[in-house]
């Protein structure tokens, strides 16, 4: 064996030391994002959603044993980032999200982020840039798409919850309010007295919606190969489309 040979071996064997495979029975702590119902949210105990669905099923494809932890996304992230957590969702990517997360390359799903506001202002957008100087509530840790977020002129207020900024919008403390299609529909589904009250008035943004994976976790790496392999078999069997189907009563 030459010595060029050797030294690759070596190499690969130290490899498989530092970065420890993950064994079949090992269960690994995924976190979600315990506020964002109908795609992910914790509801009387369990984390619940079509995204959740997803996720499960993709791991459970490629016989991988994970626990869903809900946090708020913003910790969600960070912990992933630190590599406390193997992986977080849900993410709409960025060139930021790219640089710190290792990302799969099957996608969740996607939809639109709408900026809404009170019918009795609902005048359509043509451009962003009219937004100049305008209040619009924005979810703490939310991407909306580059050409939103990097408008220097909007006077962004901050909210905890998509629900916050609805409420807002409706006492006028806020011009606008962005949110996703899906998340607004169930807002309005389970809170009847925001029905009717709001009309998109333009598209900030059409995602696709990830789960990233952490750079330092030790496992992160095998887990999204897993993911993307589960993933692959929920749309070859159809399984992927059928779990959309579930939800899709409350998205629209």
Known sequence: MTSRVLRRCLITLLALFIVPAARTDEVF??????DWYPFTALRDGEVRGMSADLVRAAFAASDTRIELVPYPYSRC???TR???????????????IAAEFRLPKEPLFSDDILLWARNDNARPLANLSELAGRRVAVTIGYEYGTTFDNLADIARVPVRRDLNGFRMLAHGRVEYTAAYRGIASALFVEHPELAGAFTPVAT?????????FSRYHPQA???LQRYDSGMRSL?????YEQIIQRWNGLLH
């Open 221 to 223: 790496l095998q887990l």
């Open 29 to 34: 702590r995924i976190g979600a994002e315990d």
């Open 82 to 96: 630190t590599g406390q957590l193997a992986a977080c969702f849900n993410t709409s990517p960025d060139a930021s």
């Open 204 to 212: 900030l943004h059409r995602p696709q919606l990830f789960i990233s």
């Open 77 to 79: 992230m960070e912990l």
């Open 235 to 239: 749309r070859r069997d159809g399984r």
